[in-house]
């Protein structure tokens, strides 16, 4: 059974959306708050870029960068790769692979409406597993 992105593997999010300007302390407090490891930046409701974990420690923290001084448009990956929603859960695994990514954002036009994590991946496949030995 193919599994779509929305709603098969994201089915209820909490999307966080910030602008370019916000800064990196306010990201990185947003999610520590939220405990998710990345954020979607957008610009007038268009997706522009991702910041990640990845990004906070590579970019800010290691090079001893002010985060109240800098913006997340300095730092973020733009024009992130996507999916959109009925994208099959297998594309997603194979590009996140591929590309070693941990988040993908989701997509319907320029418009963000999810993010898939290895970790959401990674509970599908757990679930088709035991759901195989159960049968």
Not at 22 to 35: H, P, R
């Amino acid at each position: 059974m193919k599994r779509k992105l929305v709603p098969d593997v994201v089915k209820s999010q909490e999307l966080i959306l910030v602008p370019e300007d916000t800064s990196v302390l306010t990201v990185s407090k947003l999610m520590a708050e939220k405990n998710i490891g990345a954020v979607l930046v957008v610009n007038h409701g268009a997706l522009v870029g991702i910041v990640t974990e990845r990004d906070l420690n590579n970019k800010v923290l290691s090079r001893e960068i002010d985060p109240f001084a800098t913006e997340v448009s300095e730092i973020m990956t733009r024009d992130p790769d996507t999916l959109p929603p009925d994208a099959d859960a297998t594309e997603a695994l194979a590009l996140m692979h591929s590309k070693h990514y941990r988040h993908l954002p989701i997509t319907q036009g320029k418009r963000a409406v999810g993010i898939v994590s290895v970790r959401d991946l990674f509970k599908l496949a757990y679930e088709h597993i035991t759901e195989e030995a159960a049968a």
